[in-house]
């Protein structure tokens, strides 16, 4: 949990779920039904006032477009976007701008917004064109793979910096290093791998994906430092001590907050779902009550960890995760614990080899305790 300065947070996230309507209908998806429901602008301009006012001065706004598909609405995003880098100077804040994107809307407005120079880019695909197919269809039940990959090319024609998530399945996991390296061989460089965690995972799912944890750190090894994978990069610094930056994630309501096309306030956009009265997660209030987003502590620490090996190590605090997966904000599950102790276990393999990943200087002694560490916890 950051501290606070002077009452106002150093960081702060906001993302703005633009719109409910979607161009796809990804069987996976948990973003609730696909309505023709967009974000008044007001609400968002509202949703940036108190984000910015919750803030230290110096302090650093992360802003992210969600949605159903934010492009949908790309010229609220644009107009959203703009307001926001006017605020920011105003307060003496930065700001860090966020889209996460299907890559399947291609208009000149869409691409116009994809090609902000200081947007973070992310596109989500699967993989493997057939793997992606396999979930990732259009309203009509069109595969998705062409149009999206057509995005992906564009954006390395035009030099555009950008991530690609890929949605990580029971059903899919044994081909996440094809996936892995398909992607690679278009010239993708940021992999961003995430976890279904509303799936229901067996034990033969969870060693394959161990199993495809260690080949896919294998492929990181064989090409760093071209190659970014979120899980990996992620321990690599942590085990080799590269200064992290500030960041308000995991806040969850406290220097976190995702606001509805409604106005509704939500601790993390994951758990917005229906938006309706009946979700418990729902944060008190609607965006235009008060002047700031200041709100008290929700929860605690993680309490099952506290004898882990490599709980220094671990990202299970991540309570919209826990929530998900157990049912309880502190309480993470043997997936979420195997996710960890397997990118621990390979990235400190990989690091007693002596070969650096994207700077991260090889310590070989410290590789080879947590070689150990990871053996143990858990």
């Given at each position: 949990?950051?501290?606070?300065?002077?009452?106002?947070?150093?960081?702060?996230?906001?993302?703005?779920?633009?719109?409910?309507?979607?161009?796809?209908?990804?069987?996976?998806?948990?973003?609730?039904?696909?309505?023709?429901?967009?974000?008044?602008?007001?609400?968002?301009?509202?949703?940036?006032?108190?984000a910015?006012?919750s803030l230290?001065?110096?302090?650093?706004?992360?802003m992210?477009?969600?949605?159903?598909e934010?492009?949908?609405e790309?010229?609220?995003?644009?107009?959203?976007?703009?307001?926001?880098?006017?605020?920011?100077?105003?307060?003496?804040?930065?700001?860090?701008?966020?889209?996460?994107?299907?890559?399947?809307?291609?208009?000149?407005?869409?691409?116009?917004?994809?090609?902000?120079?200081?947007?973070?880019?992310?596109?989500?695909?699967?993989?493997?064109?057939?793997?992606?197919?396999?979930?990732?269809?259009?309203v009509?039940?069109?595969?998705?793979?062409?149009?999206v990959?057509?995005?992906?090319?564009?954006?390395?024609?035009?030099?555009r910096?950008?991530?690609v998530?890929?949605?990580?399945?029971?059903?899919?996991v044994?081909?996440?290093p094809?996936?892995v390296?398909f992607?690679r061989?278009?010239?993708?460089?940021?992999?961003?791998?995430t976890?279904?965690?509303?799936?229901?995972?067996?034990?033969?799912?969870?060693?394959?994906?161990?199993?495809?944890?260690?080949?896919?750190?294998d492929i990181?090894?064989?090409?760093i430092?071209?190659?970014?994978?979120?899980?990996?990069?992620?321990?690599?610094?942590?085990?080799?001590?590269?200064?992290?930056?500030p960041?308000a994630?995991?806040?969850?309501?406290?220097?976190?907050?995702?606001?509805?096309?409604?106005?509704?306030?939500?601790?993390?956009?994951?758990?917005i779902?229906?938006?309706?009265?009946?979700?418990?997660?729902?944060?008190?209030?609607?965006?235009?009550?008060?002047?700031?987003?200041?709100?008290?502590?929700?929860?605690?620490?993680?309490?099952?960890?506290?004898?882990?090996?490599?709980?220094?190590?671990?990202?299970?605090?991540?309570?919209?995760?826990?929530?998900?997966?157990?049912?309880?904000?502190?309480?993470?599950d043997g997936?979420l614990?195997?996710?960890?102790?397997?990118?621990?276990?390979?990235?400190a393999?990989?690091l007693?080899?002596g070969?650096?990943?994207?700077g991260?200087?090889?310590?070989?002694?410290?590789a080879?305790?947590?070689?150990?560490?990871?053996?143990?916890?858990?």
């Amino acid at each position: 949990m950051q501290a606070r300065v002077s009452g106002r947070l150093p960081c702060f996230n906001l993302v703005l779920a633009v719109t409910r309507r979607c161009n796809m209908r990804c069987s996976y998806c948990y973003a609730g039904a696909k309505l023709d429901q967009a974000m008044p602008e007001a609400v968002g301009r509202r949703a940036i006032d108190r984000a910015v006012a919750s803030l230290a001065p110096g302090g650093v706004l992360e802003m992210g477009f969600f949605g159903g598909e934010p492009l949908l609405e790309a010229e609220l995003v644009s107009g959203l976007a703009s307001y926001a880098r006017e605020r920011a100077a105003t307060a003496d804040v930065r700001l860090s701008l966020a889209l996460t994107t299907n890559g399947a809307v291609a208009g000149p407005a869409a691409w116009a917004v994809m090609s902000l120079p200081d947007l973070d880019l992310v596109v989500s695909h699967d993989g493997v064109p057939e793997v992606h197919d396999w979930h990732r269809r259009s309203v009509s039940g069109r595969p998705t793979s062409a149009r999206v990959l057509a995005t992906i090319d564009r954006c390395l024609a035009a030099g555009r910096s950008f991530r690609v998530v890929m949605v990580v399945r029971p059903d899919t996991v044994r081909s996440l290093p094809a996936g892995v390296q398909f992607l690679r061989g278009l010239g993708v460089r940021h992999l961003e791998p995430t976890l279904d965690l509303w799936a229901q995972w067996t034990p033969g799912d969870g060693r394959a994906l161990d199993a495809a944890i260690s080949r896919c750190a294998d492929i990181w090894r064989s090409h760093i430092p071209e190659l970014s994978i979120g899980w990996l990069d992620e321990k690599a610094a942590v085990l080799t001590g590269v200064p992290q930056t500030p960041t308000a994630r995991c806040g969850f309501g406290v220097g976190q907050v995702a606001v509805t096309p409604s106005g509704n306030l939500y601790p993390c956009e994951r758990l917005i779902g229906e938006d309706d009265d009946g979700n418990v997660m729902r944060l008190p209030g609607h965006v235009s009550d008060g002047e700031d987003f200041l709100f008290p502590r929700r929860c605690g620490s993680c309490r099952p960890c506290v004898q882990c090996a490599i709980r220094a190590f671990c990202n299970t605090t991540c309570r919209c995760s826990n929530y998900t997966r157990t049912g309880d904000l502190s309480r993470p599950d043997g997936l979420l614990c195997l996710l960890n102790r397997a990118c621990v276990r390979e990235v400190a393999r990989v690091l007693r080899t002596g070969r650096s990943a994207r700077g991260f200087g090889p310590s070989r002694a410290r590789a080879g305790q947590f070689l150990s560490s990871s053996k143990e916890g858990g």
